[in-house]
């Protein structure tokens, strides 16, 4: 705003100088500009650039500004990923995942690691554990037929981990040198070591409890006890509607399923469990602390990941990671605002950064690209059939002829030349 104020006065001045003063006059205006150019460098929001859509704060924080479900703490470090833009038109708006680590003390963030986006599975789904610097999520970071991946920060290396393949149900908690996972859809079961902890391998492990409700998250609670939910769908004529109900069993197991704790009326995306063996959980209508038969209401943000580290609890909001103390009071955001510059996007230019020279705007989700095009002004990529140059042409990924039409325009066809509805057809 303030670099568009300050534009603004320079164009002002340039017509108002006489040409007595000119030598004078010019140094002023050369000043001005360089002072606003120099002011709008710095940024942490895109607003505070005056150019979206076309530029952005390249550096800032509205950059990775969309988290995946899923908090993991490791000692006194918090971890957690985000989904951030990718300027570059051949993703076209799909963007990274990138692991961040921020100080459970708040600061910076800084990038563990940064994995383009692919369309289908292999994506980062949730971020589950930290153990010894070894990072768990749901989904496996390169390999889309695994159900949990690793990624050592140490070696700075993949891992795939198979937990009866095809089973893993995306709940997974590493405490006291044991792992405990709800796969199957129907069953909890627990592993020695933290799985997968070596690279790809294949494992197998003890079922402590199984029932006939699909499962949930599940946690260590205090001492030897273990928290474990089911998940209950029942459907009506417009709608799902979700129902959680909390257990307490034993890390040793049972063929009996122990008797249920309590039931929330609502889809429960994490819980963790405190000192005291309070659980604290939350949905997507807040954030909720259960104390033997009473539930608090903590906030009303929509929680994705819940961590307890001694007297505070950690969640994921969807858009950062907050802390809170255990009764939910002062509450404060975690990472700290990054500061970045403004910049056009890439291929923009000019003050505005509307221009797109040599090259054709393209649009997903309200995000311009400008996207190269050749001497006939056929694009590099395409979304539609429009991005195009004329009905000669279809988009395959790239503009291609159309069937039986050939030459450098894609206009030429060896027999008649039909049309139906501006869509032209070749019949050789």
């Given amino acids: ?133 070894v990072i768990y999520v749901d989904r496996a970071l390169r390999q889309p037929g695994s159900h949990l991946g690793t990624y050592d920060t140490k070696s700075k290396t993949f891992g795939d981990v ?74 009506t004529q417009t709608d799902i509607l979700y129902s959680t109900t909390f257990y307490r069993g034993s890390v040793t197991g049972s063929t009996t399923l122990p008797a249920p704790l309590f039931t929330v009326n609502s889809l429960v995306n994490d819980f963790d469990v405190d000192s005291t063996g309070a659980i604290i959980y939350g949905t997507s209508s807040g954030l909720f602390k259960r104390v033997g038969a009473t539930s608090t209401k903590l906030n009303s943000e929509s929680v994705t990941g819940v961590q307890v580290l001694g007297q505070k609890i950690f969640y994921n909001n969807g858009v950062t990671i907050r802390s809170a103390a255990l009764d939910g009071s002062g509450v404060a955001t975690v990472p700290q605002p990054t500061t970045g510059t403004c910049t056009c996007r890439a291929g923009f230019s000019e003050s505005n950064c509307q221009t797109c020279r040599n090259g054709q705007v393209q649009w997903n989700n309200g995000i311009p690209s400008c996207v190269p095009v050749d001497s006939n002004g056929v694009p590099a990529s395409c979304s539609a059939d429009y991005n195009c140059p004329s009905s000669y042409y279809v988009c395959a990924g790239q503009c291609i002829c159309r069937k039986n039409f050939s030459g450098p325009k894609c206009d030429q066809c060896a027999g008649t030349v039909t049309w139906s509805t501006g869509v032209p057809t070749c019949s050789a």
């Fill in 162 to 235: 198979y937990v009866n393949p095809g089973f893993f149900q995306g709940q997974l908690d590493i405490v006291g040198g044991a792992s405990y996972t709800c796969q199957g859809s129907f069953e909890v079961t627990r592993y020695s070591g933290a799985v997968g902890q070596t690279g790809s391998n294949t494992v197998s492990g003890n079922r402590l409890y199984n029932f006939s409700a699909p499962c949930g998250p599940v946690r260590r609670g205090i001492n030897t006890e273990i928290i474990f939910t089911t998940i209950n769908r029942t459907y």
């Fill in 1 to 133: 705003y303030l670099y568009q104020i300050s534009i603004s006065i320079y164009k002002i001045t340039s017509i108002t100088i006489s040409s007595s003063t000119k030598m004078k006059s010019t140094t002023i205006i050369m000043m001005m500009a360089v002072c606003a150019v120099a002011y709008a460098q710095q940024c942490t929001y895109d607003y505070q650039c005056g150019t979206q859509p076309y530029g952005l704060c390249a550096g800032g924080s509205d950059d990775c500004s969309t988290t995946f479900p899923g908090v993991a703490v490791d000692n006194n470090d918090i971890y957690y990923a985000v989904r951030c833009r990718d300027q570059t038109p051949s993703t076209f708006g799909i963007g990274n995942v990138t692991i961040k680590r921020v100080s459970a003390n708040g600061g910076v963030p800084t990038t563990i690691f940064t994995q383009e986006l692919v369309q289908g599975p292999g994506n980062i789904d949730k971020i589950f554990a930290v153990v010894n610097g």
